[in-house]
Nanobody, 125 residues
Framework: QVQLVESGGGLVQAGGSLRLSCAASGLTFSRYTMGWFRQAPGKEREFVAAISWSAFDTDYADSVKGRFTIARDNAKNTVYLQMNSLKPEDTGVYYC??????????????????WGQGTQVTVSS
C-alpha cells in the first residue's frame, strides 16, 4: 500500500520559513517524480514544484520561484519543500504527490499516481 505522509506545516509570520517533508512508503521512490501542490481556501489546487526521480530536473511555479526549493533524499524516501520569504498568499493545504517515471505532465494533477493527505500552512501578515 502506497503512503505519502506530509509534515512540517504550521503557522508562521510573513517573511518566515518552513520546511515541509513528505515520507513515502510502498513504492520504489527513486522511480517517481515528486511534486508539491497547494490549495488555498476557495481556490483550486495548484502546482507548486516538482523534482524528477533522478533529482536532475526541478520545476517551480512562477509565484514561488526564488523563494521555495524542492529536494529529495532517495535513501530516505523523502521529498522536501523549503519555503522562505513566505507571504500570506502562500497560505493553504500543501500536498505531495508521486508520478511514476514521468516529467512531461508534472504540472498537472491528473498526471500523478499517488497523493498525500496534506499539511496546513498558514502565513500571517
Amino acid at each position: 500500500q502506497v503512503q505519502l505522509v506530509e509534515s512540517g506545516g504550521g503557522l508562521v509570520q510573513a517573511g518566515g520559513s518552513l520546511r515541509l517533508s513528505c515520507a513515502a512508503s510502498g513504492l520504489t521512490f527513486s522511480r517517481y517524480t515528486m511534486g508539491w501542490f497547494r490549495q488555498a481556501p476557495g481556490k483550486e489546487r495548484e502546482f507548486v514544484a516538482a523534482i524528477s526521480w533522478s533529482a536532475f530536473d526541478t520545476d517551480y511555479a512562477d509565484s514561488v520561484k526564488g523563494r521555495f526549493t524542492i529536494a529529495r533524499d532517495n535513501a530516505k524516501n523523502t521529498v522536501y519543500l523549503q519555503m522562505n520569504s513566505l507571504k500570506p498568499e502562500d497560505t493553504g493545504v500543501y500536498y505531495c504527490a508521486a508520478y511514476r517515471m514521468g516529467w512531461s505532465t508534472r504540472r498537472i494533477e491528473r498526471g500523478y499516481d499517488y497523493w498525500g493527505q496534506g499539511t496546513q500552512v498558514t502565513v500571517s501578515s
